[in-house]
């Protein structure tokens, strides 16, 4: 049969589309315009389908689809000529443009070889690089591109040559000989480090090198000057992509140095090579979250490093990378450091009131105009002290976690340090910090906020997104709220949660904690907060902190959804929040020994508790967990405390009303002696809380005149100070103060009805509808 077939006449016949005239001329007969209007979009059409009528109507209809060409009855049909030309041709056409490639001139095919080994779009810088290399192509090369644009084949729009189709591209690569790619990836290889020099190292820079790691370690094996060449190249390349915060891309650079490495004593060869190589590979890895692969390659630099400075990164790294798991075993090898530098201070010898003593005299060490004088100081330029400096900021933040004064004693012994040697990046972290222990501790809000503000003025000296993701969430987050109204510190914590996950991992957790705490208590839309959170636990999860979701935004989001009345979906989050109890997780989070996440769990089962009032279960919450949860006058380090004791206090007076208890009368009484004072330094933020525990108070004394006087200032100053969802709090339990009181059930309902409608407005529709149930 076959044989049969074979014997056959056969005549091939080849077909050719039309003329772009002739194409036009159909187009403006089809949609009844005149040919001068419909001449541009014939040519974008001939041009991404060749003319052939089968193609054609399959790109009409794509156009169609996606509303490139729409028709209005008054306008007639109309067309976006720009988003068209922008729109890929088929994979059709392009194999059919794919196969003309080998009937091309040889000069014209060779000039495609050569743009096909940059990619599928080509900057007109490096056409022109290679235009005056006479050794690859010379300037001959754009006539003949000209020549491949008229086969449709690539394509010029503004300073970028683009293949029309990524099928041409591979195409003319693979067309290129076995046996010469290599030698043609190297000419261009070479071609563009010679221009790695030149005013505009960068760009090429990073061409050059892609060009090298496409040749691979194994073409240039026996030849250990260019295989070390090449690796400076990748180290040079990795660095400037982590400056950019591109770690994925530095990893892929470090990693190919590092392969081009040859030779048993590359180490003794070339020492400062591997020790870059190396040292950013275990900093690259542990920012995209590979911590198993960052200590591999840290150990490797600990064991060949010369001495102790050189060491120093990789340490802070591996220490890092413990504290995942175990805070204090990371607290323990950064005072080993520490000891090692020349810092020797054992904290089992540090007590409170040593703390008390020392922050009070660095207070006045800084006082006035004196804060000046560490702005006015040189940089600190002793690598000891630099890397004393550091060890010390990393420590802090282990500290804080834990809520252990520890945390402000740093922050002292940092500031003394930068007074006698010169100030440095981390000195504009330490008097963060340490603002947040004067106004924290010594409940002064004044030079708290003047203090952050010379944190500010320190930092735009150095001017590093790192010093974003340390110093706002403390700034804005801690010290501000006693002087800023909360609604505008959100952008800067957002700016540092979102710089936190590409400059400054280990500050990520710190940062989305006190913003997402934040945003709830100004009473940001709860649908947008909940967008938010999702985006923050994938981010969270592509550095593997899968502890800080689970045992914070897992619940947080379970919580956000009883609100709103949104079922867990099958997302990821969704999935963990419908697995997550808060005994378990509470427990999880005692394990850890990080007093943050155990706060955070609790404060957020506390602020769940009270919104469905289950009064009950929030008591609890306060009698069992009274050593982890702040009360007011504590003076421990905590970033949503003023929120947490604001619950205590309304919780507590609704107990102080049930059970009679004085315990639970002194506990409201606490709070509302707190947010007294805060009230005093912070109107805006503090007011409305403080008039509702106010109306509480007298709520629970019976005292009628009082009570209705602060809940109706309450709401008021909610109103006015823009907290959406402390009105609705307001209203509602001003519906159930009223509905105990016979003759005002008109106020009841008043109430009721306003605060269903608050909730409603805030996104908390399961909320509004159970407020509305009080009034049938």
Same mark, same amino acid.
């Given at each position: 049969?076959?044989?049969?077939?074979?014997?056959?006449?056969?005549?091939?016949?080849?077909?050719?589309?039309?003329?772009?005239?002739?194409?036009?001329?159909?187009?403006?007969?089809?949609?009844?315009?005149?040919?001068?209007?419909?001449?541009?979009?014939?040519?974008?059409?001939?041009?991404?389908?060749?003319?052939?009528?089968?193609?054609?109507?399959?790109?009409?209809?794509?156009?169609?689809?996606? !509303?490139?060409?729409?028709?209005?009855?008054?306008?007639? =049909?109309?067309?976006?000529?720009?988003?068209?030309?922008?729109?890929?041709? *088929?994979?059709?056409?392009?194999?059919?443009?794919?196969?003309?490639?080998?009937?091309?001139?040889?000069?014209?095919?060779?000039?495609?070889?050569?743009?096909?080994?940059?990619?599928?779009?080509?900057?007109?810088?490096?056409?022109?690089?290679?235009?005056?290399?006479?050794?690859?192509?010379?300037?001959?090369?754009?006539?003949?591109?000209?020549?491949?644009?008229?086969?449709?084949?690539?394509?010029?729009?503004?300073?970028?040559?683009?293949?029309?189709?990524?099928?041409?591209?591979?195409?003319?690569?693979?067309?290129?000989?076995?046996?010469?790619?290599?030698?043609?990836?190297?000419?261009?290889?070479?071609?563009?480090?010679?221009?790695?020099?030149?005013?505009?190292?960068? %760009?090429?820079?990073?061409?050059?090198?892609?060009?090298?790691?496409?040749?691979?370690?194994?073409?240039?094996?026996?030849?250990?000057?260019?295989?070390?060449?090449?690796?400076?190249?990748?180290?040079?390349?990795?660095?400037?992509?982590?400056?950019?915060?591109?770690?994925?891309?530095?990893?892929?650079?470090?990693? *190919?140095?590092?392969?081009?490495?040859?030779?048993?004593?590359?180490?003794?060869?070339?020492?400062?090579?591997?020790?870059?190589?190396?040292?950013?590979?275990?900093?690259?890895?542990?920012?995209?979250?590979?911590?198993?692969?960052?200590?591999?390659?840290?150990?490797?630099?600990?064991?060949?490093?010369?001495?102790?400075?050189?060491?120093?990164?990789?340490?802070?790294?591996?220490?890092?990378?413990?504290?995942?798991?175990?805070?204090?075993?990371?607290?323990?090898?950064?005072?080993?450091?520490?000891?090692?530098?020349?810092?020797?201070?054992?904290?089992?010898?540090?007590?409170?009131?040593?703390?008390?003593?020392?922050?009070?005299?660095?207070?006045?060490?800084? !006082?006035?105009?004196? !804060?000046?004088?560490?702005?006015?100081?040189?940089?600190?330029?002793?690598?000891?002290?630099?890397?004393?400096?550091?060890?010390?900021?990393?420590?802090?933040?282990?500290?804080?976690?834990?809520?252990?004064?520890?945390?402000?004693?740093?922050?002292?012994?940092?500031?003394?340090?930068?007074?006698?040697?010169?100030?440095?990046?981390?000195?504009?972290?330490?008097?963060?910090?340490?603002?947040?222990?004067?106004?924290?501790?010594?409940?002064?809000?004044?030079?708290?906020?003047?203090?952050?503000?010379? *944190?500010?003025?320190?930092?735009?000296?150095?001017?590093?997104?790192?010093?974003?993701?340390?110093?706002?969430?403390?700034?804005?987050?801690?010290?501000?709220?006693?002087?800023?109204?909360?609604?505008?510190?959100?952008?800067?914590?957002?700016?540092?949660?979102?710089?936190?996950?590409?400059?400054?991992?280990?500050?990520?957790? =710190?940062?989305?904690?006190?913003?997402?705490?934040?945003?709830?208590?100004?009473?940001?839309?709860?649908?947008?907060?909940?967008?938010?959170?999702?985006?923050?636990?994938?981010?969270?999860?592509?550095?593997?902190?899968?502890?800080?979701?689970?045992?914070?935004?897992?619940?947080?989001?379970?919580?956000?959804? *009883?609100?709103?009345?949104?079922?867990?979906?099958?997302?990821?989050?969704?999935?963990?929040?419908?697995?997550?109890?808060?005994?378990?997780?509470?427990?999880?989070?005692?394990?850890?020994?990080?007093?943050?996440?155990?706060?955070?769990?609790?404060?957020?089962?506390?602020?769940?508790?009270?919104?469905?009032?289950?009064?009950?279960?929030?008591?609890?919450?306060?009698?069992?967990?009274?050593?982890?949860?702040?009360?007011?006058?504590?003076?421990?380090?905590?970033?949503?405390?003023?929120d947490s004791i604001f619950y205590i206090g309304l919780v507590s007076f609704h107990m102080a009303r049930?059970?009679?208890?004085?315990? =639970?009368?002194?506990?409201g009484n606490a709070a509302l002696q707190s947010f007294e004072g805060w009230s005093k330094q912070c109107? =805006?933020?503090?007011?409305?809380?403080?008039?509702?525990?106010?109306?509480?108070?007298?709520?629970?004394?019976?005292?009628?005149?009082?009570?209705?006087?602060?809940?109706?200032? %309450?709401?008021?100053?909610?109103?006015?100070?823009?907290?959406?969802?402390?009105?609705?709090?307001?209203?509602?339990?001003?519906?159930?103060?009223?509905? %105990?009181?016979?003759?005002?059930?008109?106020?009841?309902?008043?109430?009721?009805?306003?605060?269903?409608?608050?909730?409603?407005?805030?996104?908390?529709?399961?909320?509004?509808?159970?407020?509305?149930?009080?009034?049938?």
């Open positions: 049969m076959i044989q049969s077939l074979e014997s056959l006449n056969v005549t091939a016949l080849h077909l050719r589309g039309v003329a772009v005239e002739s194409l036009n001329e159909t187009l403006s007969e089809a949609l009844c315009l005149p040919m001068r209007k419909t001449r541009l979009l014939s040519q974008i059409i001939y041009q991404k389908t060749q003319g052939y009528p089968l193609f054609v109507v399959e790109f009409l209809d794509v156009l169609l689809t996606e !509303k490139l060409i729409t028709h209005d009855k008054d306008l007639g =049909w109309k067309w976006d000529a720009g988003a068209i030309e922008l729109k890929e041709m *088929s994979i059709n056409v392009a194999e059919l443009l794919s196969s003309k490639l080998q009937r091309l001139p040889q000069n014209v095919l060779y000039a495609l070889q050569v743009m096909s080994c940059f990619g599928s779009h080509v900057d007109s810088k490096i056409i022109n690089i290679v235009k005056n290399n006479s050794d690859i192509v010379g300037p001959m090369i754009i006539p003949a591109l000209q020549a491949a644009q008229n086969e449709g084949l690539v394509d010029f729009a503004g300073h970028t040559l683009t293949f029309t189709h990524n099928m041409i591209q591979q195409a003319a690569f693979d067309l290129i000989p076995s046996t010469t790619c290599a030698q043609l990836l190297l000419r261009l290889a070479c071609c563009f480090m010679n221009q790695c020099n030149s005013s505009e190292p960068k %760009s090429t820079l990073f061409v050059a090198v892609d060009l090298i790691n496409r040749i691979g370690a194994e073409v240039v094996s026996n030849n250990a000057e260019q295989c070390f060449s090449f690796a400076s190249l990748n180290l040079d390349a990795g660095k400037k992509a982590m400056e950019i915060t591109d770690f994925a891309s530095a990893l892929k650079y470090f990693n *190919s140095g590092i392969s081009f490495l040859r030779g048993r004593n590359h180490w003794d060869d070339r020492y400062e090579l591997c020790l870059g190589l190396f040292e950013n590979a275990a900093s690259a890895n542990y920012c995209e979250g590979k911590h198993k692969i960052a200590v591999t390659q840290a150990n490797i630099v600990l064991e060949n490093a010369r001495n102790f400075e050189d060491k120093f990164k990789s340490y802070c790294v591996f220490i890092n990378v413990i504290g995942i798991e175990s805070m204090n075993e990371a607290i323990e090898k950064l005072h080993s450091l520490l000891s090692y530098l020349g810092g020797s201070m054992d904290p089992k010898t540090i007590t409170s009131p040593m703390f008390d003593i020392e922050a009070r005299k660095v207070k006045e060490m800084l !006082k006035g105009d004196n !804060k000046l004088k560490i702005l006015y100081a040189c940089r600190m330029t002793d690598r000891k002290q630099l890397m004393k400096m550091k060890a010390m900021a990393i420590l802090t933040i282990y500290y804080s976690r834990q809520r252990s004064f520890m945390g402000g004693y740093l922050a002292c012994q940092m500031i003394r340090l930068s007074c006698e040697h010169g100030h440095c990046e981390d000195t504009a972290y330490a008097l963060s910090l340490f603002a947040f222990t004067v106004s924290n501790v010594q409940n002064d809000a004044v030079e708290a906020c003047a203090l952050v503000r010379s *944190s500010l003025s320190l930092s735009k000296i150095y001017n590093t997104d790192d010093l974003i993701t340390r110093t706002y969430p403390i700034i804005f987050g801690l010290v501000l709220i006693l002087e800023e109204p909360l609604h505008s510190i959100l952008d800067p914590m957002l700016k540092a949660c979102r710089l936190s996950f590409v400059r400054n991992v280990e500050s990520a957790i =710190w940062n989305t904690f006190i913003y997402v705490a934040r945003s709830f208590q100004c009473g940001k839309d709860l649908f947008l907060l909940m967008n938010e959170v999702n985006a923050f636990a994938q981010q969270h999860k592509l550095h593997d902190q899968m502890d800080f979701i689970e045992i914070h935004l897992a619940p947080f989001h379970k919580f956000l959804c *009883s609100l709103t009345g949104t079922p867990l979906r099958s997302d990821f989050l969704s999935n963990l929040a419908s697995t997550c109890s808060y005994e378990t997780t509470i427990q999880r989070a005692k394990l850890k020994g990080d007093t943050l996440y155990k706060h955070g769990i609790l404060a957020t089962y506390l602020a769940e508790s009270f919104y469905h009032r289950n009064f009950y279960e929030a008591s609890q919450v306060i009698h069992n967990y009274s050593h982890c949860i702040p009360s007011a006058g504590q003076q421990n380090f905590g970033i949503a405390e003023f049930e059970t009679h208890e004085q315990y =639970w009368l002194d506990k109107v =805006w933020n503090f007011e409305n809380r403080y008039f509702l525990l106010k109306a509480e108070y007298h709520n629970t004394m019976k005292q009628t005149n009082a009570a209705v006087e602060a809940y109706d200032a %309450s709401i008021e100053s909610a109103q006015r100070h823009r907290f959406i969802h402390l009105e609705a709090v307001a209203c509602e339990l001003a519906g159930h103060y009223f509905d %105990s009181i016979p003759s005002a059930k008109k106020r009841t309902k008043e109430m009721v009805q306003k605060s269903s409608a608050l909730y409603l407005k805030w996104g908390a529709k399961e909320k509004a509808d159970e407020v509305a149930k009080l009034i049938g």
